[in-house]
């Protein structure tokens, strides 16, 4: 269990870290000198943070005790599995997954002379995509949680905390994404407020679940 509480303690700290460094980026873009290559980069290196979160939390999964014969075995050491059939894999599967598309819309952002279309084909495409993925992976967490198809409330549970948490900023990222649609009648965003308010309060959610994480004990 000693193994499995470090790489919580990994996976919790890279989202605190990751959604700290996105809340700067949205920050300098809404606040600063809203230099594009400094947020690239800022955002960059928060993505970073997020990609180590989300395949640390894969393997954590993936390194978990199973029953087996009514006790709990540890099974050998794997750096990946497919296990499409298990919830908890799926959920943290998808969650990487989204981190992976996020880092595709991270580089491209780094492109300059881009054309509308460009923009968003390159840039927004795969952070919408990436968002849809991170709600996927959230909604797969309620299901592990509550055991059904749909959401529930369990205050008591710091797991669903954690889930709760980490879905509202995933629903924040996804509002920032849709109104970072770049007009192409107008080459301007459909809100750039909205959008620079979406990530930057969505990523601090992200930021307090991995603090809760901390506290959780596998």
């Known amino acids: 269990m ?30 600063g000198s809203g230099d594009a290559l ?15 979160g989300g395949y640390v939390s894969l393997l954590q999964v993936i390194n978990a005790p199973v029953h087996t014969e009514g006790r709990l075995v540890t099974p050998r050491w794997r750096w990946w599995t497919y296990e499409p059939m298990r919830v908890d894999w799926l959920s943290a599967f998808v969650l990487f997954a989204g981190t992976l598309v996020f880092a595709v819309n991270l580089v491209d ?10 923009i968003n084909r390159l840039i ?6 990436g968002c849809v993925l991170f709600l996927v992976s ?12 749909r959401p529930c409330a369990r205050p008591r549970s710091l797991g669903w905390w954690i889930v709760a948490v980490n879905q509202l900023g995933s629903v924040l990222f996804m509002v920032s994404a849709l109104t970072a649609f770049t007009r192409p009648a107008t ?4 809100n750039a407020d909205i959008a620079n308010w979406g990530t930057l309060t969505g990523a601090l959610c992200f930021s307090v679940a991995g603090v809760l994480q901390l506290r959780e004990r596998p």
């Open 2 to 31: 000693g193994r499995l509480r470090r790489l919580n303690a990994v996976a919790a700290t890279a989202f605190v870290v990751g959604g700290a460094l996105f809340a700067v980026g949205a920050g300098i873009a809404q606040f």
């Open 124 to 129: 927004w495409v795969p952070d919408v995509i």
């Open 109 to 118: 952002s780094f492109l300059r002379g881009l054309s509308v279309q460009q």
């Open 138 to 149: 959230g909604h797969l967490g309620f299901a592990e949680i509550c055991h059904r198809g």
């Open 38 to 52: 400094r947020c690239a980069s800022v955002y960059f290196a928060g993505g970073l943070f997020f990609n180590t």
């Open 187 to 190: 080459g301007s965003l459909v």
